[in-house]
């Protein structure tokens, strides 16, 4: 029992459970758990992604220890500890063979009534993005798909002329492949299209409970590869 006492201080042991939005959650969480595993392999970790909404009601109902997210739709909550980390920015990325994938430079207006896909958008930020790119009959940016899954919608923009919004450097391994593209619109970022499109990154905890070592190391993990992340966009 001390042996297993001590080993759980030290975060050596332990079961955590722990949410990540869709895309922190691929090029964050997932090499921070690897990292983790590395000097303490015992710690079992089981991670859930979702919107950061979702996330929070897990976090209250004590169905996760923390999460990792974008905070721009988070309402503030007096049960929960938030944590800003930093603004990432976004970009728009295309196939290779999209036909604005070949232009140096993409007006705003080739933009309008193309096919996108995204993960789960807030209600405001859909407005404003449909208000400049084409809405639909609510107002809203119209996507072809909507998926909380990395994976899933970058397999499907590598196979469809379709537009996605994701942090800058997210597709860094496919642009550098060749098979992705990342679109330069001017007008867009002389409107603001950093704000529209950016991830604003942060952890949240519950405001009256101790994290465990184990958390705690792992969110000493997330600290460092979210700075690094955020230096290199």
């Given at each position: 029992?001390s042996?297993?006492?001590?080993?759980?201080?030290?975060?050596?042991?332990?079961?955590?459970?722990?949410?990540?939005?869709?895309?922190?959650?691929?090029?964050?969480?997932?090499?921070?758990?690897?990292?983790?595993?590395?000097?303490?392999?015992?710690?079992?970790?089981?991670?859930?992604?979702?919107?950061?909404?979702?996330?929070?009601?897990?976090?209250?109902?004590?169905?996760?220890?923390?999460?990792?997210?974008d905070?721009?739709?988070?309402?503030?909550?007096?049960?929960?500890?938030?944590?800003?980390?930093?603004?990432?920015?976004?970009?728009?990325?295309?196939?290779?063979?999209?036909?604005?994938?070949?232009?140096?430079?993409?007006?705003?207006?080739?933009?309008?009534?193309?096919?996108?896909?995204?993960?789960?958008?807030?209600?405001?930020?859909?407005?404003?993005?449909?208000?400049?790119?084409?809405?639909?009959?609510?107002?809203?940016?119209?996507?072809a798909l909507?998926?909380?899954?990395?994976?899933?919608?970058?397999?499907?923009?590598?196979?469809?002329?379709?537009?996605?919004?994701?942090?800058?450097?997210?597709?860094?391994?496919?642009?550098?492949?060749?098979?992705?593209?990342?679109?330069?619109?001017?007008?867009?970022?002389g409107?603001?299209?950093?704000?529209?499109?950016?991830?604003?990154?942060?952890i949240?905890?519950?405001?009256?409970?101790?994290?465990?070592p184990?958390?705690?190391?792992?969110?000493?993990?997330?600290?460092?590869?979210?700075?690094?992340?955020?230096?290199?966009?």
């Amino acid at each position: 029992l001390s042996r297993e006492l001590n080993l759980l201080r030290s975060g050596d042991l332990g079961d955590i459970v722990v949410g990540a939005g869709p895309y922190s959650g691929a090029n964050l969480m997932a090499p921070a758990v690897a990292e983790l595993h590395l000097g303490h392999p015992a710690v079992k970790v089981k991670v859930e992604i979702a919107q950061s909404l979702v996330l929070q009601q897990q976090l209250l109902a004590e169905k996760i220890d923390f999460f990792m997210a974008d905070l721009s739709e988070l309402p503030a909550h007096p049960q929960c500890r938030v944590e800003g980390l930093g603004s990432m920015p976004g970009s728009l990325y295309a196939r290779a063979q999209h036909p604005l994938a070949r232009q140096l430079t993409v007006p705003l207006a080739a933009l309008r009534g193309q096919r996108y896909a995204s993960v789960h958008l807030p209600g405001p930020l859909a407005r404003r993005l449909g208000a400049l790119l084409g809405a639909d009959d609510a107002g809203l940016l119209p996507l072809a798909l909507e998926c909380e899954s990395a994976l899933v919608l970058r397999e499907y923009l590598l196979r469809h002329d379709v537009l996605v919004s994701a942090p800058r450097g997210f597709f860094a391994l496919e642009a550098a492949a060749g098979h992705l593209r990342e679109l330069h619109v001017p007008e867009l970022q002389g409107q603001g299209a950093q704000a529209l499109l950016r991830m604003d990154l942060g952890i949240v905890w519950p405001a009256d409970r101790t994290p465990s070592p184990a958390v705690d190391l792992l969110t000493q993990l997330l600290r460092t590869h979210a700075a690094a992340a955020l230096q290199a966009a």
